[in-house]
């Protein structure tokens, strides 16, 4: 009998093989609102803690970057999946929604959102899964310049970018090795993301605040 080369079979079988390389801890699902800078970071620290890519997904966000368009499509993907990059349905334990306070609109109903969803929905295991918002105020690269600089008052986007630009000259969206440029302050930053945490929270803008050193302690925590 020939054998069934239809994409449809290829496709299984390619799933079938993801399934199998699954470790031992958390799926994690990650959709971010940057395209390229977020993605890029979070798949330099799987790769360099040689995490399984079947367990740690790492997506932009499809519909755009506006913060409820983020929490919107990881829920999306979550209770749906995505059969043309082999996502399936509910399969992850942990889903963390990446944005930034920057001048958005939806801001703060993004945060609202993913809190309703927190403990809520439930996975292919029948489990409640957690559901984050990571935000960051003003962006992202607060998280960056944190490694170099104890910020403690409030900073615009683009002086945080002049700042991190000081320390990383030809620092730009879309650089794909800024995990490897910045890592060996990362238990610093850690340290001061921290310490802002204690006095600020993603609610209290524009005060300086970033979750990102939760995920990044996440996922260089992982063990198979």
């Known amino acids: 009998m020939a054998r069934d080369n239809s994409p449809k079979e290829r496709q299984k079988k390619q799933l079938e093989r993801k399934q199998g390389r699954r470790a031992s801890y958390d799926r994690i699902l990650i959709v971010s609102e940057g395209s ?52 399936q349905r509910r399969a992850f334990e942990k889903v963390y929604a990446v944005f930034d306070r920057d001048d958005h609109d939806s801001y703060h109903d993004a945060l609202d959102l993913a809190a309703s ?18 935000a960051s105020v003003p962006s992202f690269e607060l998280w960056l310049l944190l490694h170099y600089e104890d910020i403690q008052t409030p900073l615009h986007r683009n002086e945080v970018m002049r700042r991190l630009k000081l320390h990383i000259p030809g620092y730009d969206k879309g650089v794909d ?20 945490a204690d006095r600020f929270s993603a609610h209290t803008a524009p005060e300086p605040f970033t979750a990102i050193v939760e995920l990044v302690k996440l996922l260089t925590t992982l063990r198979g």
């Open 117 to 134: 969803l927190d403990g809520k929905l439930k996975n292919d295991a029948k489990q409640l899964i957690r559901f984050q918002a990571i």
């Open 177 to 196: 090795n800024a995990f490897a440029i910045t890592r060996e302050h990362l238990v610093v930053a850690a340290q001061r993301a921290k310490g802002l």
């Open 36 to 87: 390229k800078t977020e993605p890029n970071y979070f798949r330099e620290i799987r790769a360099a803690y040689r995490l399984h890519t079947a367990n740690v997904e790492v997506r932009p966000s499809k519909p755009g970057s506006a913060p409820i368009q983020v929490v919107q499509y990881a829920r999306a993907l979550f209770e749906d999946g995505d059969r043309h990059k082999n996502i």
